[in-house]
């Protein structure tokens, strides 16, 4: 069964620190790796896709380790706008159009003023 | 920039009677898929749809469950007899045909309250 387990949270913290999440998966032929964010009663939105070599996107990082798989989001310097439930999200067998995105539950982020 | 839309934003609906669900994927993108996600639950996958097919789809779209590109521009997903269970949010998203990281943007959602 292809799963996805992440933290639940809530993670509260003050605006302007680091904060960072993990998520592990359990299908090891998972081609494809994404971040989402989620706000309540909202659709999910593409925050980055993770490649292997990790990657970065503003005040956003992203870690894959393959071997261990384990999947990695850094937010630095957090704003209260960062305030989300943040999805990790792999994507099937063949890494192609065709697959069916598989979400984690979800880690619920509250950036406090 | 382009979107996904969709349509009705809510949708309220007796248990038994059918309803459809529509989605306008982004013009230039050639995979279109829909999830669902139960309330206080995960993103469900439901069923990815190609060049006027069914690509894949997972074991909750059962016979209960079918789709459709009527025309150009949309992509509809039927629920037939529905039960109460059914209630969710239900998401259509797209993407553009590629191997490798290939990135799913989603509408709106529709919420289904089936009663």
């Known amino acids: 069964r292809k799963e996805v387990e992440q933290d639940p949270g809530p993670f509260n913290v003050p605006e302007g620190a680091t904060v960072a999440f993990n998520c592990t998966y359990s299908?090891?032929?998972?081609?494809?790796f994404f971040w989402y964010r989620q706000d309540c009663r909202k659709e999910p939105k593409l925050l980055m896709s993770?490649?292997?070599s990790g990657n970065e996107d503003g005040r956003f990082t992203a870690q894959l380790n393959r071997a261990s798989q384990y999947i990695s989001l850094l937010i630095r310097d957090s704003k209260l706008s960062d305030s989300a439930t943040y999805l990790c999200?792999?994507?099937?067998?063949?890494?192609?159009?065709?697959?069916?995105?598989?979400f984690g539950k979800g880690t619920h982020l509250i950036i406090q003023p | 920039e382009p979107e996904v839309t969709q349509t009705p934003s809510h949708q309220v609906t007796q248990m038994g009677q059918e309803v459809i669900l529509r989605c306008v994927p982004i013009?230039?993108?050639?995979?279109f898929y829909w999830y669902r996600q139960i309330l206080g639950q995960k993103v469900e996958f439901l069923v990815s749809?190609?060049?006027?097919?069914?690509?894949?789809k997972s074991e909750i779209f059962d016979d209960q469950f079918s789709v459709e590109r009527p025309d150009g521009s949309n992509f509809t997903l039927k629920i037939r007899s529905t039960k109460l269970e059914d209630s969710a949010m239900y998401f259509c998203?797209?993407?553009?045909?590629?191997?490798?990281?290939?990135?799913?943007?989603f509408g709106p959602g529709t919420r289904l309250t089936v009663t």
């Open positions: 999200v792999v994507n099937g067998h063949s890494g192609g159009g065709a697959d069916g995105l598989t």
């Open positions: 998203a797209s993407s553009v045909l590629g191997q490798g990281a290939v990135e799913q943007y």
């Open positions: 993770v490649y292997s």
């Open positions: 299908n090891s032929a998972s081609q494809s």
């Open positions: 749809f190609y060049n006027n097919e069914i690509s894949e």
């Open positions: 013009s230039n993108h050639l995979y």
